[in-house]
């Protein structure tokens, strides 16, 4: 299809699937395929029309073993409420304080989108409206919950050299690209307690051997906010909160745009909703903005390395993909 749409006559084109984490693969590949001299220039595009297709574009249970692992508990909203019980059961955490952390983290997201014309959702919203939101599923509220949205994105990869030659002195360059896939040991098993994602965790310690960097060297993150609860968990998978320690740095604002470590500066999936195939490049293009000095009203003061993270599946059966950019120099 993107053949006859961008009109590439006779240009190779690959269609990749990763789940949520397709955009980064996509990237991978351009990477991969740039690094090993297969080619010169790469584009990696990422596309959804999620609106069009299926129940809010998501994909149906009981067509298959895979498809009901990926959802086990019936909805998307209702198997990562299982992640935020499975949180306050392990580290003790009272119901109210999660509740309260879970809104400042939608807070913050739509307080950056509102200064991002690309971003879907462009309004603040308080706090007091968040915590009094419907309940979608429990203890998730509307506000706690991505929207279903159409989108696109795309990151065009090329070597240090050939981008040096056409004017740029300091080129963006990818650090590290790691993923990490489930076989599904987690629902079979019985030693995994649901408060976690392992294949976040592991993905996120591979990418940083291989940028040669340590977690307190980052500038920024993006990562997989499809639920506010998601994004919480995943700064101690990240290694960006001490365990058990995430719900009191988002309170204190470690995360906010003007925060030690901002995260979703540009709104993150809150705000631009998850066209599923696009968010992972969508996420790279920011930290590629922000390297850059294009941010615009959210430009962070100093950018030296921004990670990027996406969760496909679900918590219970997963693919995580954690990249992290920076520059030649």
Known sequence: PLAHALRLDTIPVSRVENMCATGTE???????????????????????????????????????????????????????????????????VDAADLKRAMAHV??????????????????????????????????LGLFDCCGVSDGAAAAIVTTPEIAQALGRSNPVTIKAIQLSAS?????????????????????????????GIAPSELSMTEVHDCFSVTELVTMEDLGLSEEGRAL??????????????????DGGLKCFGHPVGASGLRMA????????????????????FGLTHNLGGSPFNSVAAVSILGRLN
């Open 106 to 139: 939608s807070w913050k997201s739509h307080q950056n989108g509102a200064l991002n014309p690309k971003a879907h959702l462009r309004k603040a919203v308080d706090m007091e409206k968040i915590i009094g939101a419907p309940m979608i599923a429990d203890p």
């Open 248 to 265: 009191f740095d988002v309170l204190d604002g470690r995360f906010d745009r003007g925060g030690d470590l901002p995260c979703q500066i």
């Open 285 to 304: 293009y920011e930290v590629y903005s922000q390297l850059l000095g294009r941010g615009g009203e959210r430009q962070r003061a100093q950018v030296d």
């Open 26 to 92: 996509a990237l991978r590949a351009a990477a991969y395929a740039v690094a090993a001299g297969a080619v010169d220039v790469a584009l990696a595009l990422g596309v959804e029309k999620l609106k069009d297709t299926g129940y809010g574009g998501l994909p149906l249970r009981t067509k298959g073993l895979a498809n009901d692992l990926w959802m086990p508990y019936g909805s998307a909203p209702g198997t990562f409420a299982q992640l935020a019980g499975a949180y306050s059961a392990r580290h003790g």
């Open 183 to 211: 076989n599904g040991w987690e629902m079979q098993f019985g030693a995994w307690d649901g408060a976690s994602v392992r294949n976040t965790q592991v993905a996120a310690q591979r990418a940083y051997a291989e940028a």
